[in-house]
Each structure stands twice: as structure tokens, then as C-alpha cells.
């Protein structure tokens, strides 16, 4: 399909992650919904399409015990993922590469999805 973006491609990756560092009129949305999910702070999370990382950057702070796993199809968007978590110094954030209709982990090992 010539309108598909390519995620694969760091650089379009990079692309991606700074249009939506600018939609700021999401964060509260967002914000919501991690409100809304109730975390202790030794739950486990899963964030299907993690892309750059953006969502499981901000549930770090809120899971000092715990952890999220974030998985994704596109190379470039996990390689970036990966750079902020290294620049941040975050360890509780997992990063896997696979397809959301076919999730390799075992059931119920999340807290939150």
C-alpha cells in the first residue's frame, strides 16, 4: 500500500514521535486513562503498540515495584523506544517485538492491558 508508513524505518520513527510529542491536546485523555487503571505500584502492564515508548514513559513513575512490557511490530519505533528508556535510566520497562494478534506471552501474567 503506498499510504502505509513504515515503522520498521528508524527515521520515520523519529518522525512519528515528534508530530505526537506535539499533541498536547491528547495528554489529558491519556492521562485519564492511566487514572482510570487503577495501578498499584507492583502491577505488571502490558502496552500493546508501545511505539516510541510514549505511554510506558509515563506509567514508569507510577510502578516503582512493577513493570510494563510494551510490544510492537516496528523495529524503528522499539530502537527509539529503547534509546529513551537507556537515556532515562528506566528498568522496569520491557520492550518485545511481535504482533498484538498474536501475543507471545502466558495469560494473566498482566495486571493491566
Same mark, same amino acid.
Given at each position: ?6 515503522? &520498521?524505518?528508524? &527515521?520515520?520513527?523519529? &518522525?512519528?514521535?515528534r508530530? /505526537?510529542?506535539?499533541?498536547? /491536546?491528547?495528554?489529558p ?17 502490558l ?7 510514549r505511554?510506558?514513559?509515563l ?15 516496528g @523495529?524503528?519505533?522499539?530502537?527509539l /523506544?529503547r534509546?529513551?528508556? $537507556?537515556? &532515562? ?5 520491557? $520492550?518485545? @517485538? ?16
Open positions: 500500500m503506498a499510504n502505509e508508513i513504515d515503522y &520498521q524505518d528508524y &527515521q520515520m520513527a523519529l &518522525q512519528f514521535d508530530r /505526537a510529542s506535539r499533541l498536547g /491536546a491528547l495528554e485523555l491519556v492521562h485519564m486513562l492511566i487514572e482510570g487503571l487503577h495501578l498499584r505500584e507492583a502491577d505488571c502492564v502496552d500493546v503498540g508501545t511505539g516510541t515508548g505511554l510506558g514513559l506509567l514508569y513513575d507510577k510502578l516503582p515495584r512493577g513493570s510494563v512490557v510494551g510490544i510492537d511490530s @523495529r524503528g519505533m522499539l530502537k /523506544a534509546e529513551k528508556t $537507556l537515556k &532515562q535510566g528506566i528498568g522496569n520497562f520491557w $520492550l518485545v @517485538r511481535g504482533e498484538a494478534e498474536t501475543l507471545p506471552f502466558l495469560p494473566h501474567i498482566f495486571d493491566s492491558v
